[in-house]
T-cell receptor, first 110, second 111 residues
Framework: RKEVEQDPGPFNVPEGATVAFNCTYSNSASQSFFWYRQDCRKEPKLLMSVYSSGNEDGRFTAQLNRASQYISLLIRDSKLSDSATYLCVVHPGGYNKLIFGAGTRLAVHP | EAQVTQNPRYLITVTGKKLTVTCSQNMNHEYMSWYRQDPGLGLRQIYYSMNVEVTDKGDVPEGYKVSRKEKRNFPLILESPSPNQTSLYFC??????????FGPGTRLTVL
């Protein structure tokens, strides 16, 4: 079983749609959680951290459910510029590293 | 401009020919790391460094070496590249592992 699992997609949505990505992680001792965004053939960039209480940044909302070991990212009012791959990232605790999911691809069309 | 740079950006080489991919950051970060990215597998950590002269293996270190003689540089060395090392490589740096800034990537093909 992979340490971080994501639906690979692609998610094809029209502009203005709301889309949700899910991610599960296997290590219950994981301490920190993030969403990174990766444009095609580019480097990953931090989109947002995920806090236990949930957090929002403009059109983006991240949620964490520790009991279910589940993380989500909600994008409201999708823009063409949101088209990218979204990486779920977990710090497993006790290790000096991050574990990256394989990513979920989003394609927003006019 | 704060950035992580990698060179070369693209490289085609042959099996067994030693190569080095350089990585440099200008943000005075202590933490640096190398990843490879393959389709369906996501980013996998090769090696990381917590500070100068402190390096440690990641999840897929076989066939790679690194060194951290200066804070800003963290080269990745392939002593005898093989075709299964064909991949997209990213260097990253950060004040810790928690927020990492990535370089633009190096696409390596080993024939």
């Amino acid at each position: 079983r992979k340490e971080v699992e994501q639906d690979p997609g692609p998610f094809n949505v029209p502009e203005g749609a709301t889309v949700a990505f899910n991610c599960t992680y296997s290590n219950s001792a994981s301490q920190s959680f993030f969403w990174y965004r990766q444009d095609c053939r580019k480097e990953p960039k931090l989109l947002m951290s995920v806090y236990s209480s949930g957090n929002e940044d403009g059109r983006f909302t991240a949620q964490l459910n520790r009991a279910s070991q589940y993380i989500s990212l909600l994008i409201r009012d999708s823009k063409l510029s949101d088209s990218a791959t979204y990486l779920c990232v977990v710090h497993p605790g006790g290790y000096n590293k991050l574990i990256f999911g394989a990513g979920t691809r989003l394609a927003v069309h006019p | 401009e704060a950035q992580v740079t990698q060179n070369p950006r693209y490289l085609i080489t042959v099996t067994g020919k030693k190569l080095t991919v350089t990585c440099s950051q200008n943000m005075n970060h202590e933490y640096m790391s190398w990843y490879r990215q393959d389709p369906g597998l996501g980013l996998r950590q090769i090696y990381y460094s917590m500070n100068v002269e402190v390096t440690d293996k990641g999840d897929v270190p076989e066939g790679y070496k690194v060194s951290r003689k200066e804070k800003r540089n963290f080269p990745l060395i392939l002593e005898s590249p093989s075709p299964n090392q064909t991949s997209l490589y990213f260097c990253a740096s950060g004040t810790s592992y928690n927020e990492q800034f990535f370089g633009p990537g190096t696409r390596l093909t080993v024939l």
